[in-house]
């Protein structure tokens, strides 16, 4: 099957998905739910249309343009293992989505956090084409892969480097994201910065724990801003968390702002617990730069008001990204493709260390 094979079956796809009833889709989400609260119908269905959004047939020509693709005749699959986080629904997708274009096989260590969202898409997938379905399998172990591709926490990614540094990877590790105010927020970036912060009640990379500010007015005007997602509170476990930093911060009468479902706490971090923003003021734009520029390992993404600020994106847009934007900046479809080099030089490698 060439590539272009492949994104015909990957349109079908996307409509089989499109025809699925608000009935059935109810049904997976509430089946979600119970098995994940952090994951309520309203964040599931935002995922699923990221990932419906993902195999819109122009988008993907539009993004695969500019790669080049073996020739079918002499090209022979590998085994990728795929271990895929759960702090977000359906979260292991574009990495999936990536495996099958190139033209490999996708073998799927699933989350306990999210192992039900990826199955029901794959059931819809082994609909419309049998042998793209067949390219994916769900493992409790990933053994003799020939290449890997791990999402985790710091603590899990020296895990995944001790087990599979030896073989072609792509290994993530925590990251987070920022937003820049300059001051001239109106009430409408107000609303779509919140997105960024709330969306998956802040337990995505994408979304923004931390905010640099120029003064501190912008701090009251950003807690007030942020009083139209109050409902955020309405979920125990966002609740939970924030009764529980609020508490440890009065008790260790630490200095933070409050708004009532948000605390605000001046930090040099980067990640934030949960129902917690962090903040840090700036005096100098080029300063600032060299700053992130030094933590940028750890940055996923940027937000500004409309993309003032360079290198950033329009508030509202941290959740939302294109199937051409790669997790941590790294090009998982060009490794991907150029895997037989990749697996080549690990394999020189290991002959020069022995």
């Not at 020739?71 to 085994?79: A, L, Q, V, Y």
């Not at 920022?178 to 970036?189: F, H, K």
Request: some cysteine; glycine content about 6%.
């Amino acid at each position: 099957m060439n590539v272009n094979q492949r994104l015909i079956h990957l349109s079908n796809w996307q409509q089989r998905i499109k025809n699925t009833t608000q009935e059935e889709k109810n049904n997976l989400f509430d089946r979600i739910r119970n098995q994940n609260s952090w994951f309520t119908p309203k964040q599931s269905e935002l995922a699923l249309e990221g990932i419906v959004n993902y195999l819109a047939p122009e988008k993907l020509r539009q993004w695969l343009g500019q790669y080049e693709f073996p020739d079918p005749k002499s090209f022979k699959p590998k085994n990728i293992g795929i271990i895929m986080a759960g702090n977000i629904p359906g979260v292991g997708f574009h990495d999936l989505l990536c495996v099958l274009i190139a033209g490999h096989q996708a073998k799927i260590k699933l989350s306990s956090s999210d192992n039900i969202l990826i199955p029901w898409l794959v059931a819809l997938l082994s609909e419309v084409s049998i042998e793209l379905g067949q390219a994916i399998s769900f493992e409790e172990r990933l053994n003799g892969m020939d290449a890997y591709i791990a999402t985790g926490s710091d603590n899990t990614a020296r895990y995944f480097d001790y087990y599979f540094g030896r073989y072609p990877h792509i290994i993530r590790k925590n990251r987070t994201s920022i937003a820049i105010l300059d001051g001239n927020e109106s009430q409408e970036d107000w609303n779509l910065l919140s997105r960024d912060i709330f969306q998956y009640y802040g337990l995505g990379c994408r979304n923004v724990s931390k905010i640099y500010v120029s003064n501190q007015e912008t701090l009251q005007a950003f807690l007030k801003g942020m009083d139209p997602a109050h409902q955020v509170i309405d979920h125990h476990k966002y609740l939970n968390n924030y009764e529980y930093n609020k508490s440890k911060y009065l008790v260790n009468r630490s200095p933070h702002f409050d708004n009532g479902h948000l605390l605000l706490v001046e930090s040099n971090e980067l990640v934030s617990p949960i129902s917690v923003v962090y903040f840090e003021l700036y005096t100098d734009l080029t300063r600032l730069q060299k700053q992130l520029k030094e933590k940028e390992n750890k940055i996923q993404c940027v937000v500004s008001r409309e993309g003032w600020f360079d290198g950033s994106t329009p508030f509202g847009s941290a959740q939302c990204p294109e199937v051409s934007d790669y997790a941590d900046k790294v090009d998982t479809l060009k490794f991907l493709l150029n895997l037989d080099q990749e697996i080549l030089r690990h394999a020189e490698g290991h002959q020069k260390q022995g």
